[in-house]
């Protein structure tokens, strides 16, 4: 069973932070960092039904509330069964949580590939998202991110792996 959670409080009102989730996955999106990652696409504005992913990894929304939550269902054929979720807590003082949870169930392959490559991947890009929305909502950012020497490695192995196919 896999069970993730990132947190981070954000001070900065939620409606700032709604309006960065409010535009995940269209043209000029602010939160997902594309810069050092494969963009997130949607087929259309985020809404339940939406289709879409970053690089390998698909999936759909299942649940939307505008400016709060998005929550989307892995497509299987990517060797999950399960779930992940980004919602906004207000909190006093204008300030604002930011939660991400995945949950699910690793099949084939990816029991071996989740805990190896995949799930290092996807706790950096989590927190370089969370950086993201630090950084547009605040100005400023007070402990960014940094990459594991794991991430790093893997970065360069799969960026590797494409130049020797041909397929970048």
Same mark, same amino acid.
């Given at each position: 069973?896999?069970?993730?959670?990132? &947190?981070?409080?954000?001070? /900065?009102?939620?409606?700032?932070?709604?309006?960065?989730?409010? +535009?995940?996955?269209?043209?000029?999106?602010?939160?997902?960092?594309?810069?050092?990652?494969?963009?997130?696409?949607?087929?259309?504005?985020?809404?339940?039904?939406?289709?879409?992913?970053?690089? /390998?990894?698909? !999936?759909?929304?299942? &649940? !939307?509330?505008? +400016?709060?939550?998005?929550?989307?269902?892995?497509?299987?054929?990517?060797?999950?069964?399960?779930?992940?979720?980004?919602?906004?807590?207000? =909190?006093?003082?204008?300030?604002?949580?930011?939660?991400?949870?995945?949950?699910?169930?690793?099949?084939?392959?990816?029991?071996?590939?989740?805990?190896?490559?995949?799930?290092?991947?996807?706790? /950096?890009?989590?927190?370089?998202?969370?950086?993201?929305?630090?950084?547009?909502?605040?100005?400023?950012?007070?402990?960014?991110?940094?990459?594991? =020497?794991?991430?790093?490695?893997?970065?360069?192995?799969?960026? &590797?792996?494409?130049?020797?196919?041909?397929?970048?």
């Amino acid at each position: 069973m896999i069970r993730n959670v990132h &947190e981070r409080v954000v001070d /900065a009102p939620i409606e700032r932070l709604g309006a960065l989730l409010d +535009g995940l996955g269209r043209k000029g999106d602010r939160l997902w960092p594309s810069r050092n990652w494969p963009p997130m696409v949607l087929d259309r504005p985020v809404s339940a039904g939406g289709e879409g992913g970053h690089g /390998a990894i698909r !999936y759909h929304v299942t &649940e !939307y509330e505008p +400016g709060a939550r998005v929550r989307f269902a892995f497509d299987p054929a990517t060797g999950i069964e399960g779930a992940h979720e980004l919602n906004l807590d207000a =909190l006093s003082n204008g300030r604002c949580r930011m939660r991400h949870v995945l949950v699910g169930r690793a099949r084939g392959r990816m029991r071996l590939l989740f805990p190896l490559a995949i799930e290092p991947l996807h706790d /950096a890009v989590v927190e370089d998202m969370f950086d993201n929305a630090e950084r547009e909502t605040t100005g400023t950012l007070a402990h960014p991110a940094q990459w594991t =020497l794991r991430v790093r490695l893997l970065r360069w192995l799969f960026r &590797e792996g494409k130049t020797a196919t041909g397929s970048e």
